[in-house]
Nanobody, 111 residues
Framework: QVQLVESGGGLVQAGGSLRLSCAAS????????FNWYRQAPGKQRELIAT???????YSVASVLGRFTISTDKVKNLGYLQMNNLRPADTAVYYC?????WGQGTQVTVSS
């Protein structure tokens, strides 16, 4: 049974930083690779960052240069380091690997 649990969300002022974590069980994230998605109120869920099992990373233009996806080399954790946050980044953030989703963590950025 694969389970993913996100944490690290919260309320932050514009320009601030947060680091989201995705704790996995039943699958090894640094082997499977994984994705971060987000869903803002009234909008569709969107893919924002991917890391492959080979360690290649991809980010959408809106977060490129501000967000970094990574996996822990020791613990079975994935991360999303988010810097220079903007109010438009306010959303529920989800991690996903293969067909498995976490429950999401809320990120709210105040102006």
């Amino acid at each position: 049974q694969v389970q993913l649990v996100e944490s690290g969300g919260g309320l932050v002022q514009a320009g601030g930083s947060l680091r989201l974590s995705c704790a996995a069980s039943g699958i090894i994230l640094r082997v499977s690779g994984f994705n971060w998605y987000r869903q803002a109120p009234g909008k569709q869920r969107e893919l924002i960052a991917t890391i492959t099992g080979g360690g290649d990373t991809y980010s959408v233009a809106s977060v490129l240069g501000r967000f970094t996806i990574s996996t822990d080399k020791v613990k079975n954790l994935g991360y999303l380091q988010m810097n220079n946050l903007r109010p438009a980044d306010t959303a529920v953030y989800y991690c996903k690997t293969r067909s498995f989703w976490g429950q999401g963590t809320q990120v709210t950025v105040s102006s």
